[in-house]
C-alpha cells in the first residue's frame, strides 16, 4: 500500500504535505507533488495536512490512474523535503476539474 497524490494537487502545490512526512518521501514537479510508493510507510499523516484533499491512500478508487503516476515522476522529479512558495493562484485553482492538461512534466526546484 502507498499513499497517493491526486489531481487537486495540480496548480494548488501547498506542499503542508512534505513538513509532516516521516520518512521524506514527497518528489517535486513544477506544478504538482508526488510520493514515491516504494517509500511510503502508510502513516497516513500527510493526508490530513492537505488544504485540497489531494492525498489519499490507494486504496480509494479516485486514485486509480494516479498511482502510475505518483511512481514514474517520483524517480525523475527531486525529492522535497521542506515548504516552498506556493503558486500565488493556488487558491483559484483548488477544486477545479479537468487540471490533469494543466500537468507540468519539468522537475520543480523548491528543494
Ligand atoms: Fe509520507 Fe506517511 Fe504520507 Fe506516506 S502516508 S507520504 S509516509 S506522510
Ligand atoms: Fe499538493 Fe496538497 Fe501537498 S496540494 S503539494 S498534496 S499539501
Do not use: R
Not at 522535497?80 to 520543480?108: F, M
Request: charged share 25%.
Amino acid at each position: 500500500m502507498t499513499y497517493v497524490v491526486i489531481e487537486n494537487c495540480i496548480k494548488c502545490k501547498f506542499m503542508d504535505c512534505v513538513e509532516v512526512c516521516p520518512v521524506d518521501c514527497f518528489y517535486e514537479g513544477e506544478n504538482m507533488l508526488v510520493i514515491h510508493p516504494d517509500e511510503c510507510i502508510d502513516c497516513g499523516v500527510c493526508e490530513p495536512e492537505c488544504p485540497a484533499e489531494a492525498i489519499l491512500p490507494d486504496s480509494e478508487e479516485s486514485t486509480q490512474g494516479w498511482i502510475a503516476l505518483n511512481e514514474e515522476y517520483a524517480d525523475k522529479w527531486p525529492n522535497i523535503t521542506a515548504k516552498g512558495e506556493s503558486p500565488a493562484d493556488a487558491e483559484d485553482w483548488n477544486g477545479k476539474t479537468g487540471k490533469k492538461e494543466h500537468l507540468s512534466t519539468n522537475p520543480g526546484n523548491s528543494g
